[in-house]
């Protein structure tokens, strides 16, 4: 019977307040319907496989445009586990919806067999689970909600430069007061008298 390892990964959700995933695979996949997904496609596929699923390991991922230390740390996780069950490692390959070319690459480097599963649509738990659609979904939703959040943090930094006036250190006043009212900046981070100068002078907030 052949051994496999499941690796599960996923990304924050910031403008959804999700940004730490549980290490237990179990409540992750509570956390997480994409994890949930991948655990469940890989456990079927063993299963078809006549397989034997040894562990599973999931991660969180924090940037798809570098590699990180979660990526690191994940494939460090996973190695000694293959080697001592000398098992094949297994992952979902979600295509341009959600690439990862350097995990790809770092199992590459670890010289860690894997098998790529694509996404197929599943019932989980009595609901139909489409991962392009979810994927497509959530993409959407992130889309208005930053819209939402600049148009916020436009109004904020307009009304609040009317109220701290050209005051001297007007730039950190301005910046303490959206950080107490909870005003995020246009990318969801908090305000520093640096960044409220950078923005106070962009076209979008100078016009009204």
Not at 46 to 69: I, N
Not at 122 to 149: C, K, N, Q, Y
Not at 176 to 184: A, I, S
Request: hydrophobic content about 40%; glycine content about 6%; charged content about 25%.
């Amino acid at each position: 019977m052949e051994a496999f390892v499941g690796l599960y990964w996923t990304y924050p959700v910031n403008w959804a307040g999700f940004r730490q995933l549980s290490v237990d695979v179990d409540a992750a996949a509570a956390q997480s319907r994409t994890i949930r997904y991948q655990r469940e496609l890989i456990r079927r596929w063993v299963a078809d496989e006549a397989g034997h699923l040894v562990d599973e390991v999931t991660f969180m991922d924090s940037s798809p445009d570098r590699p990180t230390d979660a990526i690191y740390e994940a494939v460090s996780r996973v190695q000694p586990i293959c080697v001592a069950h000398n098992a094949r490692l297994v992952i979902a390959r979600f295509g341009r919806w959600r690439q990862h070319h350097f995990l790809h690459h770092r199992l590459g480097e670890m010289r860690i067999d894997f098998v790529d599963l694509d996404p197929q649509p599943m019932t989980i738990d009595g609901v139909r689970f489409e991962p392009i659609e979810h994927f497509r979904h959530w993409a959407s939703a992130g889309e208005a909600a930053s819209a939402a959040r600049r148009r916020d943090a436009i109004a904020a930094l307009r009304k609040a430069g009317r109220e701290i006036g050209p005051d001297p250190g007007r730039y950190e006043k301005i910046a303490h007061l959206l950080n107490q009212t909870g005003v995020k900046t246009f990318t969801g981070k908090a305000w520093t008298g640096e960044n409220v100068k950078k923005a106070l002078l962009m076209p979008e907030v100078v016009g009204e």
